[in-house]
Every structure is written in C-alpha cells, then in structure tokens.
C-alpha cells in the first residue's frame, strides 16, 4: 500500500498526473453515457455489476483505513467518515447493494456536487503511484459513476424536491458533524477551517462566512446537477 511517510509522493494540484487521472474519469463518464441502452437490456447482469461495484468501493475503503492504521495515521479528529464525501461513498454502497431510492437523491446531489470538487481540488498529499492516490480518485469517481448509473441506466429522475430534500438533509447532519468537531479538535466538512492546500473556499470569504457562502454555492451546484439530468431517466430498470 505504500509507505506511511509522504515526503516523496506529494500531490500536486494541476499536475500532469492530476489532468490525466480526471480525463480517464471523464473518458470511463463518457462512455457509460454511449453505452447506457446496451446495458439496460441485461437486468440481471446489472445487478450483478452494482454489487461487486459497492464491494470494490468497501473494499478500497476499508483498505484505506487499514493504512491509516499502519502507518499511524488513524486519529479521531481526521479519520472517521464524517467529510461529506465520505458520507457519499457509504451511501453509495448501500444504494448500489440494496438499490434503496430513497438514497439516490443524495447521491446523485450531495454525491456528485461534492466529489467533482474533490476531484477538482483534491485534499491529497499522495502522489501516484501510492495506494492513498488509487484510493482518492477511484472512490470520488466511483460516487459519481454511482449517480450517473441511476440517472442514465436505472431511470431515475431527478427533480428539484430532491435537490431540497438533500440540503435539508445535509443542514440537519451539521450540528452533530460541529459536535464531533468540538469535541475530537476536528475540521469534518470544513466547518472550523479551510483547507491548507486551497479550495473552492478561498473564494467564498473569511470565517465564519465562508459557511453560509458554502450553503448558497451547494444549492447551487445542486440545482445545475438537476438541470444538467432531468428528463434523462425515463426508461426505468427495476
């Protein structure tokens, strides 16, 4: 899984690495959009292929925790799931290994807003090729994929009551989220601080304002992801 120390494989926003691991993202995007009719003709495979997908997606996230560990990086302040894209990927699994619909909407919302940000401006200090880049970029992805898939082959439709269901989903999670941080002397979602390495939030304004910045951005980016994927799920995959 690679060394515990970093010093060799620092990340590099904008780097050669970082474009040509998001236009493989964008190639493997493109091509479940070209392929979506063939792969609804084969219910019974698809079925198949979303649960070995949330088991890969577990899989590499339970393996990133076990790095953690190892190399002694595993602390209550950082390392729980309590970032939003954390929170998405479990969400994603369980949709994708229970095919809930009432997950999808958060998904498709909080899931694909928050990893194209991540993507975008990745909180990374490992360089490829180190397990933590494989982890990054193939979970973000594979959240994204995961709202695709349900929109452009499942059939769902997006509507605009999901994007205010997700935002108030999302504002109800927060007090506990500033507890934890309270607590443990943490940053989950970013809501004591911004990150060190630059973000969206440096162009939302000082703290605390960068937070009500943050809700009017999420909506949003919420409401462009709706206009972007409605009227595309007509033809339903039960």
Known sequence: MGSGNGA???FVMFSFT???????IALIIVLLFTNRKRMRENVASLKVAERLFA???LAMDIAYHIWLIVSDRWRLEDALPLELCSISLLVSIVLLLTGNRYLVDFVIFAGIGGALQALATPVLDMDYPHFRFFHFFYTHAGIILTGLY??????????????????????????????VNWLFDGN?????MKPENG???DF??????????????AFLIFTVIWLLLRNKGRNRVR
């Open 8 to 10: 060799n494989h620092w």
């Open 188 to 192: 989950y979602m970013f809501l004591r």
């Open 18 to 24: 970082h474009f040509f691991v998001l236009f493989i």
């Open 204 to 217: 939302l304004g000082p703290y605390p304002w960068y937070l009500l910045s943050l809700e009017m951005v």
């Open 199 to 201: 973000s969206i939030l």
């Open 55 to 57: 088991i890969s997606l």
């Open 150 to 179: 349900y929109v452009w082959v499942k059939g769902y439709e997006p509507t605009f009551k999901g994007v205010l269901k997700t935002m108030l989903i999302l504002n109800a999670i927060l007090p506990f989220i500033l507890v």
